[in-house]
Structure formats: structure tokens, C-alpha cells
């Protein structure tokens, strides 16, 4: 191994080219492609979105209270969303390049199961409350004329059904092709720290 | 502006680690210059919170690695010496020197490349004469660990390069 070193260490003065200033102004200028940080945006988006989302729904329960129940769900569930967005930025913010690599991809690891889980969380909670919605308008139907399901009704309630279980399948497969894989890798890059 | 001046010359300083641990992830030029761009630009960002609390080289060589192994492709490559334009690889070079050596080089590369990603960081601050607590310090390994990873990444490395190569590496 003696021989690979020396290799190694003569080859130093090709790797030693030096980054002129004009260089680094245009490396330090560009964007990063890092990925973790772009999903750092969307959470955060999602994060600022949820709080206006939040005085609509308590406004909107004080001005007509049709459901209360599904509007309580809402409440209940835009607040944890909240509490969700920020757990999800504070494990983002934990994630240090200066870390130790086990450290590191653990973060990252954890950082990216929480992203997936959210829009796992998305399509479950678009089903809950397709369900408490199709429940709570057939029983206010009996006597609220304008929440009525009709025969022909039925018709585009099943073609409005079919849409959102195809985006939520569309969905799923779209998570797992773009991020099952990266999360994977990122469980072999750490499950190799436990090998001897 | 003075900022700048002193990552610079800091920068140039260490630029022979970035370009090493960049290429060990990569196999062709357009990477390089990404992970290198991606390295240089995280590096530049927390230069300031870097006060020296570790050794420099030991803070470069987590955020490269850090860099690199986040960037990595989700394919599964597996890079034989054969997949390496030669002509490719010497534009890599900006200065010419012997292409023997040149070759020898590029087939070390070939070589760690063949490796999983953690034993190709270890095999790099093994051949850059990182003693083991610092290696165990830059991949939050155990000592111990480190010592028998290395061991056996070595015996891989010499049937990787002897078992293509036996006359240029003997």
C-alpha cells in the first residue's frame, strides 16, 4: 500500500490548481443544487400557507357554522399541521456539513422520512375528511335542500371520487419513484457504519 | 471583502482535498464541476462559524464528504477502469506530467470508485496518512472500526489493482 500512497501524494500537484478570485466569485454567485434545502422550501411554504389558513377557519367557523364538528377537525388539524412544519424545519436546521458523516446522513435521513410522511399525512387526511364530508352531507340532506345528493349527483360525486383516487395513486407512485429511492440509499449509507 | 480574501486564500490552500473527495464520487467532468461548485459554495457559507475548534483539513473533509455523499446519483453505477474516457480524464489535468504515472492514477481512481461510498471516504483519509482518530472524528466510526474497515478495504483496493493491472502496480 506504500506504492499507492506515494502515487497518491505525486499526483497532489495536479489536484493543487489553484481557484483564481474570478473563480470563486462565479462558484460562491451560483445557486445551490442541494436537494435537502429545496425541500426545506416547500415545508416552509406550506408552513407560511398554513398560518393564514388558520384565522380563515376560525373566522369562518364564528361566521357560519355549517358542520362544527368537520370545521373543530379542521381547527385541530391545521394546528398540528402547524406543529408538524415546525418540527420538520427545526430537524432541517439541525442538519450541519460540518457534522460527522454518521451524524449527518442520519439527520438528512430523518429529515427526508418527514418530508415523504407529509404528503403521506396530505392524501390520508384528503380521504378522512372526503369521508366525514360524503357522511356529514347525506345526513344534513334530509333537512338542508342545497346539501342534497340527487340520483344524477351520485354520478359526478363518483367522477370527482375517481379523480382524487387517482391523484392520490398518481401521488403515491411519484413519491416512491422520487424519494423511496433516496431514502433507501441513504439507509444503505448508514447501515454500512454498523458493518464490520 | 476581506472575507472573502481570507476563504480564498484558505481555499487554495485546501483545494487538493475538495477535488480528491469530488472526483472519488464522480466519473465525469460535468459532476465534478457540480459536487466541486456545491463544496466550494457550503464551505463559503459557514467559513464564518468555522472558528477552529477542529482541525481545518478535518472541517473540509466532513463538508466535502457531506456534500458529496448527499449529492450522489440514486443509480446504482458501478465504475470499471474501462468506463473512463481517457482523453477526458486528462483534460483534468491542467498541467501535463507523466502518463505512466497518469495511468497508474487514473486507475487508482478507477479502483476506490469500485468501492461502497463509506469505504471510498475511508480508503481517501487512509491514503491521505489521516491517522485513525481523525478518520473515526470525520465519519463518527469507533476507532476500532476503522482499523479493521481499513484492513480489509486494502486487501479489496490490491485485488482491484493488481487483479487488472499486475504489471503497472507491482
Redesign the interface.
Known amino acids: 500500500m506504500e506504492e499507492l500512497q506515494a502515487l497518491w501524494h505525486n499526483a497532489s500537484d495536479e489536484e493543487n490548481t489553484q481557484v483564481s478570485k474570478e473563480e470563486l466569485d462565479a462558484l460562491v454567485s451560483q445557486s445551490s443544487s442541494n436537494e435537502l434545502a429545496k425541500l426545506r422550501k416547500v415545508i416552509y411554504l406550506e408552513y407560511v400557507a398554513t398560518w393564514f389558513v388558520l384565522p380563515i377557519l376560525v373566522f369562518s367557523m364564528y361566521w357560519r357554522s355549517v358542520f362544527p364538528l368537520l370545521a373543530i377537525s379542521l381547527l385541530v388539524l391545521t394546528v398540528y399541521l402547524l406543529y408538524f412544519y415546525r418540527k420538520a424545519l427545526r430537524q432541517f436546521d439541525q442538519i450541519r456539513y460540518e457534522d460527522n458523516i454518521q451524524n449527518y446522513l442520519q439527520k438528512a435521513l430523518s429529515f427526508v422520512k418527514t418530508y415523504v410522511r407529509r404528503y403521506k399525512m396530505i392524501y390520508w387526511v384528503t380521504i378522512g375528511f372526503g369521508i366525514i364530508i360524503g357522511y356529514s352531507g347525506g345526513y344534513y340532506s334530509e333537512g338542508k335542500e342545497e346539501l342534497q345528493f340527487t340520483a344524477s349527483s351520485k354520478w359526478n360525486l363518483a367522477i370527482i371520487g375517481g379523480l382524487v383516487i387517482t391523484a392520490i395513486l398518481f401521488t403515491h407512485f411519484y413519491i416512491k419513484y422520487l424519494y423511496q429511492a433516496r431514502i433507501n440509499k441513504l439507509e444503505e449509507l448508514l447501515q454500512d457504519f454498523s458493518e464490520k | 471583502m476581506q472575507h472573502?480574501q481570507e476563504?480564498?486564500g484558505f481555499?487554495?490552500e485546501h483545494?487538493?482535498i475538495i477535488?480528491?473527495v469530488c472526483?472519488l464520487y464522480t466519473d465525469n467532468q460535468a459532476d465534478f464541476h457540480?459536487y466541486?461548485?456545491?463544496v466550494?459554495?457550503?464551505l463559503?457559507k459557514?467559513f464564518t462559524?468555522?472558528r477552529g475548534e477542529?482541525k481545518a483539513s478535518t472541517?473540509i473533509y466532513?463538508?466535502a464528504?457531506?456534500?458529496c455523499?448527499?449529492?450522489?446519483k440514486?443509480k446504482k453505477r458501478r465504475i470499471t477502469a474501462t468506463t473512463i474516457d481517457p482523453e477526458a480524464a486528462k483534460h483534468?489535468?491542467?498541467?501535463p506530467?507523466d502518463t505512466t504515472?497518469e495511468e497508474?492514477?487514473q486507475r487508482?481512481y478507477a479502483a476506490i470508485r469500485q468501492l461502497?461510498?463509506?469505504?471510498r471516504?475511508l480508503i481517501l483519509l487512509?491514503?491521505?496518512?489521516r491517522s485513525y482518530e481523525e478518520m473515526a472524528?470525520?465519519?463518527?466510526?469507533g476507532i476500532s472500526?476503522v482499523g479493521?474497515?481499513i484492513n480489509r478495504i486494502?486487501k479489496q483496493?490490491?485485488q482491484l489493482?493488481h487483479g487488472r493491472a499486475a504489471s503497472t502496480?507491482a
Open positions: 472573502k476563504f480564498h481555499l487554495n483545494t487538493a477535488r480528491k472526483r457540480d466541486f461548485q456545491e466550494v459554495l457550503q463559503w459557514s462559524s468555522f477542529a472541517w466532513r463538508v464528504l457531506n456534500v455523499l448527499s449529492q450522489l440514486l483534468w489535468a491542467d498541467e506530467y504515472q497508474q492514477f487508482l461502497k461510498e463509506l469505504d471516504a487512509y491514503l491521505e496518512e472524528d470525520i465519519l463518527g466510526m472500526n479493521v474497515r486494502k483496493l490490491n489493482i502496480m
